[in-house]
Structures are given as structure tokens and as C-alpha cells.
């Protein structure tokens, strides 16, 4: 027998699919149940939405339980960028961090194992970058505070599990998610938004699982869908192939350059570059160090490209990765 859904009906389980807490799903699944025509044809759905209704109750429950439920996470930034962690269920974003960080995230093989932002820090020769591994996103699946976090990063990691069928959907199902929530992950994102409520993220994509059988042939499924603008890493976890390639497109795709600086008199620090954007200037610099310093800022000494040793620049002078400057208050 036909269910014969009514508009009502159909509406309450949209909103559903855009609900992003346990409370407002919950109430979603109550107005479904309540809008849906009672009869033998609808009797398996009524069977399901009660069953979810419940489960639901139980995770609202969780949520007002736990301190941090329904609290918004901010991790504060730290080194020369922050990448988001994203992907569907199992995909291995866990297993990133672990390999890149001396975070040791909780790795499963079944779904959901990580509900909770965790942080790491990447080597990259003598700078770090911030790693946040996330919990899976997926259509019916996000947590509240995830799309801020994803559109305040500086790089979104997307990876795709290339070692299951379901793998290439699990990551488009990603970015129709967020796309929900006007969060686009891109390639590059436009000099200009042409609508500034939508936020486009720049987003890298790591192709893993490339040791399970079928990975090749879902790999080049996954680059045909994306197009050939978008840089794709095949990698494995498992084996480590691909990883330090990884890591070396995550610094890079930061589009940062290293500064050192130095006292007046005394050799330069070495040990821990700032970092500043590409073609940011002295200036751009001095706000870095300390936001004080800008407004004190005379004039500056530079050892590194395009100058002569110890020459002296204005505030508008352009840095390059590797230059050592002293600043003049
Ligand atoms: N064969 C193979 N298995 C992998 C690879 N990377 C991760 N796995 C396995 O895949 C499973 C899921 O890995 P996780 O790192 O927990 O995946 P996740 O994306 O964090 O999963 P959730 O937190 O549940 O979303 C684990 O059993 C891992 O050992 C890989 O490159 N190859
Ligand atoms: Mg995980």
C-alpha cells in the first residue's frame, strides 16, 4: 500500500535533514510522526520514526548530561595555520592526526568513534601547523559547532575513503552538509565572495585507504568528479605511503612565509620563526610579534632576499620566506 506522504509531511523531514542538534532533531521526528498519515501503508515508517524518536530522546538526554554538550568548541590558534580534519565515518581522520601529531586520538574500525575536536601539532621543518581532527560529518549528521570551526580554520584536510564503495558519497554527502550551513569547500576560494553570507574554505583532499583493493579505480573516480583543478593525495595510514607529501602540501597550501627576527647587536633567533602571509610586509610582521609594536614601529633591517645585508626598509617593504629582520621602535 502506498505511504502517501502529505507536503506537511514531507516539509517536517527536511527540516530534519537541516537540523543540527539532538533537540531541534528530536522535534523534527516528533512533528513527522504527528503529520504522518495513520494506516497499514505507513505502519513500517510510524515503526522507524518511534524507534528514532527514542534514540534521539536518549542523545538530548546526553547532550544536556554532559557539560560540554551543545557548547560550542573553539580551539585557539596556534603555529602558522590551522587545518580542519574533515570526512565521513571510519574514513581515517583519526589516523591523520596520529600520524602527523603526538596526539593519540581513539582509532576504531566503526563509525563515529571520534564526537570531539581534538588538536594536534604537525612538524613542518621548523614551524608547526595545527591539525584538528573532528567527528565524522555525514547527510543526517553535524555537530552544532562544527561549521564554525570548519569556516574559522585556515585550510580544510577532506578525506575520502578510497578503500570502500560508499567512500567517494561519504565525502560528497561532507560538503552538501556543510554547503547546508553556507560553508563551501573549495580549491581555492574566490579574491572576492560574490555573496559574503556564504564562506568558502580552502580545502585540500586526501585520497586514503590507497592499500585496500579497488583504491586506484576509486581514485580516479574522485579525481574525474572534482576536476583537475583540485589537488588530490593518495595516501595510506596503513602503509605511510603518501604522508609526507601530506604534510609538505598542508605547510604549503598555507601560503605562508617564515620570518626570523634579531635584536639589535645579537644573532638572529633561529629556533622560531613567525610566520606571516605571503607577501606581507615589515608591518604585517611587527602587528604579528606584538600588536603594540606597529604603533611603534620607526623602521627595519633586513638580511635575506632582493636586499643587501643589514638593509634598512620602510613598513611597506615585502618579506620573503627565510629573511631575518630587526625592528626599530
Ligand atoms: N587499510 C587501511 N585502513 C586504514 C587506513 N587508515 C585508517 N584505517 C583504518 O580505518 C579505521 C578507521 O580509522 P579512523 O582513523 O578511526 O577513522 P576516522 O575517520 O577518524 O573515524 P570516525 O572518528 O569514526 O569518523 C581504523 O580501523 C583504521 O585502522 C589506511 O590507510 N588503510
Ligand atoms: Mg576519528
Same mark, same amino acid.
Given at each position: 500500500m502506498p505511504a502517501n506522504l502529505t507536503p506537511q509531511y514531507n516539509e517536517a523531514e527536511h527540516a530534519f535533514k537541516k537540523a543540527t542538534t539532538a533537540e531541534e532533531k528530536l522535534n523534527c521526528l516528533k512533528k513527522m510522526l504527528q503529520l504522518l498519515p495513520k494506516h497499514k501503508g505507513t505502519e513500517k515508517i510510524q515503526a522507524e520514526l518511534k524507534s528514532k524518536i527514542s534514540d534521539m530522546k536518549e542523545e538530548v538526554e546526553k547532550e544536556k548530561k554532559? !557539560?560540554?554538550?551543545g557548547v560550542s568548541f573553539k580551539i585557539p590558534k596556534q603555529g602558522a595555520g590551522q587545518v580542519v580534519i574533515l570526512g565521513g565515518p571510519n574514513a581515517g581522520k583519526s589516523s591523520i592526526l596520529a600520524k602527523l601529531t603526538k596526539a593519540t586520538p581513539e582509532i576504531a574500525p566503526?563509525?563515529?568513534?571520534?564526537?570531539e575536536p581534538q588538536p594536534g601539532m604537525m612538524a613542518w621543518q621548523d614551524v608547526h601547523v595545527q591539525l584538528i581532527d573532528t567527528p565524522p560529518i555525514t547527510k543526517d549528521y553535524l555537530e552544532s559547532w562544527q561549521g564554525s570551526m570548519v569556516r574559522g580554520a585556515d585550510l580544510a584536510l577532506l578525506v575520502v575513503d578510497c578503500g570502500d564503495d560508499d567512500g567517494l558519497t561519504a565525502a560528497d554527502d561532507v560538503r552538501d552538509k556543510l554547503a547546508q550551513q553556507k560553508t563551501l569547500l573549495v580549491h581555492q576560494p574566490p579574491?572576492?565572495?560574490? $555573496? !559574503?553570507r556564504i564562506q568558502s574554505v580552502k580545502t585540500l583532499v586526501a585520497a586514503n585507504k590507497? $592499500?585496500?583493493?579497488d583504491a586506484e579505480l576509486r581514485l580516479s573516480l574522485l579525481r574525474e568528479s572534482l576536476g583537475p583543478e583540485w589537488p588530490v593525495l593518495p595516501l595510506s595510514t596503513t602503509t605511510g605511503a603518501g604522508m609526507e607529501e601530506l604534510r609538505d602540501r598542508l605547510y604549503h597550501s598555507l601560503d605562508v612565509i617564515r620570518v626570523y627576527t634579531k635584536q639589535p647587536g645579537k644573532p638572529a633567533d633561529k629556533n622560531s620563526p613567525f610566520t606571516i602571509p605571503r607577501s606581507g610586509t615589515v608591518f604585517d610582521l611587527a602587528g604579528v610579534i606584538h600588536r603594540d609594536l606597529q604603533g611603534q614601529f620607526k623602521s627595519a633591517r633586513i638580511w635575506g632576499t632582493?636586499?643587501? $645585508?643589514?638593509q634598512t626598509v620602510k613598513r611597506d617593504h615585502v618579506l620573503h620566506d627565510g629573511d631575518i629582520v630587526e625592528i626599530h621602535t
Open positions: 554532559s !557539560p560540554k554538550g566503526y563509525p563515529f568513534t571520534t564526537r579574491a572576492e565572495p560574490a $555573496d !559574503p590507497m $592499500d585496500l583493493p632582493g636586499v643587501f $645585508d643589514g
